[in-house]
């Protein structure tokens, strides 16, 4: 049975999607606002953690700071009655995963949560069959359980899409990274707002790249990126 941490401050919508969840076989944890919220994961460790972006106590962006912090790997879907797209790229920049924009419909939800428990469950044996976890980038190391890029002794903290992002491109050095595969598998869809938002992480990978002239990040027209050095 896997577990789901909801945290909504929403009283009358946090029970409605908790009453959903644990009658389609979810253990559920709920927390009314972020700081409970973050307790309950500390404690509990769920398989996934779904929750509002605006929060009394601690926002979700907070919270999911927090979780990163500590975890990697726990999938994250946001909450948002916002539309604004910073908000949600904001979100993924921190460690999300996917986000339902209010209001949603249950079915809409359970699939998401089903799709992310899907491909972390898998995520352990791709990452050990990849090899090591540090990668050298021309001048730079990747430490991808770490979520580090480092040269000369400066280091840069990357943000859990940013690193997933740069894995795949390492993996498939001189070779396309086909845009269209990595939306689908970090983003569970190829829609032109996850496109946008995906070329943004590029932008900032080749921000932290760029005291290494010879790194590239090439971006081959209508397919996808290629990492070059």
Do not use: C
Not at 189 to 210: E, P
């Amino acid at each position: 049975m896997s577990k789901v941490l909801l945290i909504e401050d929403e009283w009358q919508l946090g029970q409605i999607v908790k009453d959903s969840l644990e009658m389609r076989g979810f253990e559920m944890l709920y927390a009314a606002d972020g700081k409970e919220g973050l307790r309950l994961y500390q404690e509990h460790k769920p398989d996934v953690v779904v929750l509002d972006i605006m929060m009394p106590n601690m926002d979700g962006f907070t919270v999911t700071t927090e979780i990163r912090r500590q975890d990697n790997t726990t999938p994250i879907i946001f909450l948002t009655a916002k539309s604004q797209t910073t908000d949600v790229v904001k979100g993924f920049e921190l460690g999300g995963n996917d986000y339902l924009k209010k209001p949603f419909s249950m079915d809409e939800l359970i699939v998401r949560i089903k799709a992310l428990l899907h491909r972390f469950k898998e995520a352990p044996e791709a990452t050990s069959s990849a090899g090591a976890d540090v990668i050298q980038i021309g001048q730079y190391m990747f430490n991808y359980t770490k979520q580090t890029l480092t040269r000369n002794n400066n280091t840069e903290f990357l943000s859990h899409r940013e690193a997933e992002i740069l894995r795949r491109l390492s993996e498939n050095l001189n070779q396309v990274m086909e845009r269209k595969t990595v939306l689908l598998d970090l983003w569970g869809d190829d829609s032109f707002f996850n496109a946008r938002s995906m070329d943004v992480f590029i932008t900032k990978l080749r921000r932290y790249l760029k005291d290494d002239p010879r790194v590239q990040i090439v971006n081959i027209r209508g397919v996808g990126y290629k990492l070059i050095f």
